[in-house]
């Protein structure tokens, strides 16, 4: 997708979860033909179960979106843009996801 980035996206900017670096929430910027992504906290699953059990008892609304599997482990990203094809976007991002499968 980095190499085929849509013109028609203005700005994106979301949190992102690589599963090498599963411990880290990533944060991915995009303004015009600038783009970063940066580490910025952690995953709470990604803690000793003593940590992640008494941030998750002090804040009880995380478990709404808890995943059995991965925790609290996401993707996040806004696009705003002008005329571009949300299946597009999404068919783009999903393929980066079979491709780092196969990979």
Do not use: H, T
Not at 16 to 42: C, H, K, P, T
Not at 86 to 101: F, G, R
């Amino acid at each position: 997708m980095n190499e085929n980035y849509p013109k028609s996206l203005i700005r994106a900017k979301g949190y992102i979860w690589f599963s090498d670096a599963d411990q880290d929430v990533q944060l991915f910027e995009q303004a015009g033909r600038n783009s970063s992504v940066m580490e910025v906290s952690y995953w709470v699953d990604a803690l000793v179960d003593e940590q992640k059990n008494e941030i998750l008892a002090n804040n009880p609304d995380m478990k709404e979106n808890w995943d059995e599997e991965f925790g609290d482990r996401e993707n996040q990203i806004v696009f705003i843009g002008k005329g571009y094809d949300q299946k597009e976007i999404k068919s783009a991002l999903e393929k980066c996801l079979d491709e780092k499968a196969i990979a």
